[in-house]
């Protein structure tokens, strides 16, 4: 029997409980420097660097490509993400001794909404990162359809179809989080002098099959994405090869030049992936682990997993920045117009449409270069 079903037991006509269960309640050491430090430090990143992201992209007409506006849709569901997620477990960290305490927010915030919002910003956030890959592909294999994929109305339709399949799939999973079991408790004559409430909450699924399917479904559509996205990412690589021999052909590149040039963009298209799925990996392993009546009993595991999760939907705008000119560029020209007015040269690359086939981008690098 569980600590949490012996809690159920002991506390539901409001009787006495032993310090041994209320301290499992508490928060381990780790968990505290983890929603204590940790993650207050990622929040404030995460929504500084994506809104500085959203911000550039509204400022810069040259930034409104069709990439962007999957990225500007991404960086919406990282807040959000950061916000409803991990902010949440901030604040029931400021004010309760209690892990995951929902009497904080109540029973419709705290087990209806706050998990809603963030199951849609988790779902979209695998939508448009596909969305980018799909689109790098048209761009690099596809360029006489590009036209057709760039189309303002096709963009509309996939941002909008991502936020409405997100919004369906994240509703069929309120009630796996949806029954609000409330504990009442008199505290041990140990805990007298310490401030433990009398009160606790838990959100829970009404019931095991719930609990089951919303598991499945989270991690259902993240490997099936991935395989998706790799498949991509292959294609992706291979028409550089095709576009560094062809351009090799018609302008007597030299090898090494070329290897190099696509060695680096093949990074730049594919490390935005790598680091999304492999910070997802482990969240969603466990999550697998969990359907089939698994359990990580170690708590730096679970911990981890969470805080990787999280830090997902901080680094994007700082790989776009580290990674490309064109984006440190386009930061600079936001926030530091005056600089760029007095070295027009090195901001301008930004006032040009974006490279659209893997040939001009492949050129443009090489100028750079």
């Not at 991690?219 to 095709?242: A, D, E, K, S």
């Not at 911990?303 to 560029?329: D, K």
């Not at 117009?337 to 040009?352: A, M």
Request: proline share 5%; hydrophobic share 45%; aromatic share 12%.
């Amino acid at each position: 029997m569980s600590d949490y079903e012996l809690l159920g037991e002991k506390a539901s006509n409001c009787d006495n409980i032993t310090m041994e269960t209320l301290q499992s309640l508490e928060y381990t050491p780790v968990e505290s420097f983890t929603c204590g430090v940790i993650m207050p430090i990622l929040l404030v990143i995460g929504i500084v660097d994506n809104i500085a992201f959203m911000w550039v992209v509204a400022r810069l007409p040259a930034m409104r490509t069709p990439t962007n506006c999957y990225l500007v849709n991404l960086a919406v569901a990282d807040v959000l993400f950061l916000v409803f997620a991990m902010g949440e477990k901030v604040w029931i960290y400021i004010q309760s001794p209690y892990q995951s305490d929902a009497i904080i927010f109540g029973e419709i915030l705290g087990c209806v909404i706050f998990p809603l919002l963030s199951d849609i910003s988790y779902f979209a956030s695998l939508c448009f990162v596909t969305l980018v890959s799909f689109e790098r592909y048209i761009a690099v294999c596809r360029p006489q359809s590009r036209n057709y994929f760039q189309r303002r109305l096709f963009i509309s339709l996939m941002c909008i179809g991502s936020w409405a399949i997100s919004t369906i799939l994240s509703a069929t999973l309120i009630p796996g989080n949806a029954r609000y079991d409330f504990y009442c408790f008199n505290l041990p004559d140990e805990a007298s002098n310490e401030t433990y409430p009398e009160q606790f909450a838990m959100c829970n699924a009404i019931k095991e099959g719930w609990r089951i399917y919303g598991n499945g479904l989270q991690t259902l559509p993240f490997f099936l994405t991935l395989l998706l996205n790799i498949v991509l990412y292959v294609m992706i690589v291979r028409g550089l090869n095709q576009s560094i021999k062809r351009l090799r052909g018609h302008q007597g590149g030299k090898k090494d030049q070329d290897t190099r040039i696509r060695d680096q963009i093949a990074r730049m298209l594919i490390l935005n992936g790598v680091v999304f799925f492999v910070c997802l990996a482990p969240f969603e392993l466990s999550s697998l682990i969990a359907m089939f009546g698994g359990q990580l009993d170690v708590h730096w595991v679970t911990n981890s997993g969470r805080v990787l999760s999280y830090l997902n939907s901080v680094v994007n705008p700082i790989i776009f920045t580290t990674m490309s000119q064109r984006y440190r560029e386009a930061f600079k020209m936001a926030f530091l117009p005056h600089w760029c007015y007095k070295i027009d040269d090195e901001c301008s690359t930004t006032n040009g449409p974006p490279p659209s086939t893997s040939n001009t981008y492949i050129r443009m690098t090489k100028a750079k270069a």
